[in-house]
């Protein structure tokens, strides 16, 4: 005969009875809990608010830097989540975080244009650079960054051994803005440049690995200053160009909006809005970085954006698009 | 060849001197793995009792898909879960992505059908007479299915330890729903890939040297557990 | 007790047993035999409503056995089981003999009681802390029984109880089957494919027979009239005639077999075919003239082979028909028995079965 199965929780029990032996295999072996960690411990009675950012914001530290001050400033718990631009934006709209700090003016404004965020206020820049191996086999020192990725684009064809260009290739702000240049330079992005051969290498990882797979295959990448400050003494490569228009790099903050986000959050994330345009943290944010590396990887707006068409002064106050009317 | 070196005796130095970080990392690891183990024990041995003990139609093919799934990837697991947590999605009012409840979700999803699975041979490792002797000594069902259960008891809590050791070691489903927040659902193989993105190399090995000794501790664990 | 009535069992396509009826009486000893893989093992299944009949139905205690299955384990409480190969769950002894009065709620001080009660009966003393799964077949075996009669059981199914056993401990099961019997009334089913089993424990014995219950009396019908010649050869019943009637005195028949003449009691009128049956064990053997024998018939015959059983030896003597002698090894150094030796061999009227000739059908 078969045993008929009528006892759910008898097997509950029996689970429970079994993995009580899992725990304890598990447990002998478990490093004491830490008392009293110096990281932020989520507590109960504290908002939460999460910042999707960007990786180049977070990984040179300045979010970390400015994270508990904001959070003494504010008795709030902010969670830092980093992620490429375009996946910070994709989480963004679908209403999972709180705040977002990225620096892609075009997916920004479809982003605000979508209705998803609010209070756009631009906090800081700093430039694009394109780096590469020191002998610059592409020889392209001190070309515009349009005339620079032509030549690139040229000489990786012809020799992809000698010259290559690595690309973020993951939709973030800074393979945004490497699209941009192409775009200036004449180029169709995905006929032209996406399939143009075996020089162009698509990493589909954050900065920092970009930069590291860049300097192990001497190739050529587009990237945001502070990042590249920041893993400088771990890569083979210099800065190759640093002027052009084209390569400026703003950095905005906006607040998430969604239906249903409870109106504590959007006056928290507000708050972070305001907190990054006050000139106290405007001036930390100009030094933050000038200790380790000897200068300071993000310029700071200091209420002196006209030049970058954005608003880096009004203070963050809508709750909700339709406030604007 | 220093780089290496220099990562090692960091890293044990930063494990002798226990440093906060790395233990709250660590802690905060087993915590939600352990957690996950638990709750996907509790849901992964009663199906497996179910299919054990009771014939239906379709059983064979619901074992296959189940050994098929042994092997579902992290980042598939992870993404399904994304897709469930977030705030647009059906349990978006929940609030649990970017979360250590959203993380034990995730690992729970991965690890239940390596763990039905392993109940599954760990019961058909009963043998038949067995069955039949304790259904003669005047068992009700459930009694039954409690004896036999407890009989291959060690053979279960062997499933229990490798998906223990699967969820602690994933990095998809982890980072996909955690988001690796500092202090929040940074856990170790999280921690370990974005330390190496940032180049900090010895905390990474710090880290790792700590996951492997779990590991290690797990497969110890399962050693001695099926010996018995 | 158990009634079966019109019982079919098949597992699959492969039918195991048919059209069983019988019945086992409250306080009985009821012994199945027959060969290995006859369906034997499924009767006590059957009883224990481990399975289920493919048709017919089944009744213990007059209650029927097509009920819940809660009322199913309340009946099956009744009993308990020894199987063939008995399965050791992993723990101690006294873990595996107490769990089926742990199923049914009794107290654990009195578990206890019954436990050291159930190991002494089958000479386990002391043996509570022994791990199960280390023990000899043997002692296995006797946990086995321990761990069927902790409960009481009205019915005690047995099946091939001393099959793994040594003979002194087959002697000591034995004695239990019987006193247990006799001090509590259990009512036993056992399955043995032992005849000298059977015959020794009891009160009445069913044959198995090609799927089907053959035989069903006391242990004197089963071994001195068969019914057919394929229980004749189970038990033991070695010489088998098919023959006629030629003449019938007031139940003193003469019975033609191949052109011998044997006189037999029985009751068939003259004219009818017949079986004879006669036990190898009351055939004598005598050498010569000397001594008289006071049997009705006597047959002069020649030995075509003699084979040393055990503590007894086979003769066959070939006589007109084959016979086959079984006499003491002694009987047969005093007569100084060789094959091709000349004998006269004896046997008595009232030690012929005579029957109808019966086929157990194949079907």
């Known amino acids: 005969m078969t045993l008929t199965f009528r006892t759910v929780p008898v097997l509950l029990l029996l689970s429970a009875f079994v993995i009580g032996g899992a725990f304890f295999a598990g447990c002998t072996t478990t490093t004491p809990q830490p008392q009293g960690t110096p990281t932020p411990t989520p507590s109960a009675e504290k908002t939460k608010v999460l910042l999707a950012t960007t990786t180049s914001l977070y990984d040179t530290g300045l979010l970390d830097y400015l994270e508990p001050i904001f959070e003494e400033k504010y008795n709030v718990d902010l969670l830092i989540t980093s992620q490429g631009t375009g996946k910070a934006i994709e989480v963004a709209t679908r209403g999972d975080c709180d705040i977002l700090a990225v620096h892609s003016p075009s997916q920004e404004k479809a982003f605000l244009d979508g209705g998803h965020g609010i209070n756009h206020r631009c906090f800081a820049y ?30 990786g064809k012809d020799n992809p051994a000698g010259v290559s260009f690595v690309s973020r290739g993951d939709n973030s702000g800074t393979h945004s803005a490497e699209k941009t240049i192409w775009k200036a330079a004449g180029y169709n992005y995905t006929t032209d440049v996406q399939k143009s051969g075996n020089w162009y290498i698509e990493a589909g990882r954050g900065m920092g690995e970009t930069l590291q797979l860049a300097s192990e295959k001497q190739a050529y990448t587009l990237t945001d200053e502070g990042t590249y400050l920041a893993y400088k003494g771990n890569l083979a490569l210099v800065p190759v160009i640093e002027e052009g228009d084209i390569l400026l790099n703003v950095y905005s903050v906006i607040t998430v909006y969604t239906p249903t986000q409870p109106a504590g959050k959007i006056a928290m994330a507000n708050n972070f809005s305001n907190f990054l345009t006050s000139l106290e943290i405007q001036a930390a944010i100009g030094e933050f970085g000038k200790e380790k590396y000897g ?9 002196n954006c006209s030049r ?3 608003d880096c002064t009004s203070p963050a106050v809508i709750v909700s698009p339709s406030s604007l009317s | 060849m220093n780089e290496i070196i220099d990562g090692f005796v960091q890293a044990g130095e930063l494990i002798l001197s226990l440093d906060p970080e790395v233990l709250e990392i660590t802690a905060r690891s087993l915590l939600i793995s352990l957690t996950a183990t638990v709750i996907a024990s509790l849901i992964a041995i009663p199906i497996g009792g179910f299919i054990h003990f009771r014939e239906f139609g379709g059983k064979r093919g619901l074992i296959t898909i189940i050994q098929t799934l042994y092997a579902l990837p992290t980042v598939i697991a992870g993404l399904f879960v994304f897709l469930i947590l977030s705030r647009v999605g059906p349990f978006g009012f929940l609030g649990l992505l970017f979360t250590p409840t959203g993380m034990i979700i995730g690992q729970t999803v991965l690890i239940i059908p390596l763990m039905v699975g392993m109940t599954l041979i760990a019961l058909s490792g009963v043998k038949k007479s067995l069955q039949d002797e304790v259904i003669s000594l005047g068992a009700t069902s459930s009694q039954a299915i409690l004896t036999i ?52 190399i010895a905390f990474s090995i710090a880290l790792g040297m700590i996951l492997l000794a779990i590991a290690m501790v797990v497969t110890i664990a399962l050693f001695l557990v099926q010996e018995q | 007790m158990i009634e079966f009535l019109h019982v079919d069992k098949s597992f699959g396509e492969k039918e195991v047993l048919k059209d069983l009826s ?71 002894v006294y873990e595996n003999v107490s769990l089926g009065l742990k199923f049914r709620g009794t107290a654990p001080d009195e578990i206890r009681v019954r436990v050291a009660e159930a190991l002494h009966l089958v000479g386990l003393e002391g043996y509570e802390e022994r791990i199960a799964t280390t023990l000899s077949g043997g002692e296995l075996q006797r946990v086995a029984i321990a761990r069927a009669l902790v409960s009481r059981p009205e019915i005690l199914l047995l099946d091939e109880p001393t099959a793994n056993l040594d003979p002194v401990s087959t002697e000591r099961i034995e004695n239990l089957i019987l006193s247990l019997n006799e001090r509590f009334g259990t ?57 006629t009637v030629t003449s019938n005195d007031g139940g003193l028949a003469s019975i033609d077999i191949s052109g011998i003449t044997i006189s037999a009691i ?10 004879a049956y006669i036990r190898p064990e009351e055939l004598l053997l005598r050498v010569g003239k000397e001594g008289m024998s006071s049997a009705r018939n006597e047959i002069e015959g020649t030995i075509s082979r003699v084979t040393p059983i055990g503590p007894n030896v086979r003769v066959k003597v070939d006589a007109g028909i084959p016979l086959i002698a079984v006499i ?36």
């Open chain 3, 328 to 363: 003491t090894r002694r009987s047969c150094e005093d007569l100084a028995l060789f094959a091709g030796a000349r004998v006269s061999v004896s046997f008595k009227a009232s030690a012929i079965h005579v029957g109808m000739p019966r086929v157990i059908s194949s079907e």
């Open chain 1, 308 to 310: 970058f068409n954005c």
């Open chain 3, 187 to 243: 009512t036993i089913v056992l399955s043995t494919h032992d005849m000298v089993q059977g015959q020794r424990l009891a009160t009445r014995i069913g044959v198995i027979l090609n799927k089907r219950l053959g035989q069903v009396g006391d242990a004197l019908e089963i071994f001195y009239k068969p019914e057919s010649r394929e229980i004749a050869r189970m038990v033991g019943v070695e010489n088998v005639f098919d023959g």
């Open chain 3, 266 to 275: 029985c009751a068939s009128p003259p004219g009818s075919q017949v079986t």
């Open chain 3, 22 to 92: 019988f019945r086992v009486e409250k306080g009985e000893i009821f012994t199945f035999i027959g060969p290995s893989g006859t369906g034997k093992t499924t009767i006590l299944r059957l009883i224990n409503l481990l399975e289920n009949p493919t048709s017919g139905s089944i009744l213990i205690d007059r209650q029927a056995t097509k009920v819940s299955e809660r009322e199913r384990v309340d009946l099956r409480r009744r009993m308990s089981v020894v199987f063939q190969k008995p399965a050791a769950f992993r723990g101690s």
């Open chain 1, 126 to 155: 700093n430039y694009f650079i394109i780096v590469g191996p020191a002998n610059d086999p592409a020889g392209i020192k001190g070309m515009k960054p349009e005339d620079a990725f032509k030549t690139l684009m040229t000489m």
């Open chain 1, 295 to 303: 200068k300071n990887l993000f310029s700071p707006m200091s209420e």
């Open chain 2, 149 to 200: 259960v407890k009989e291959s008891r060690f053979a279960i809590l062997g499933g229990v330890i490798l998906g223990f050791g699967r969820a602690i070691s994933e990095v998809g489903a982890a980072m996909i729903i955690g988001g690796n927040i500092r202090g929040y659902t940074r856990v170790l193989t999280t921690a370990i890939a974005l330390e190496t993105s940032m180049g900090n």
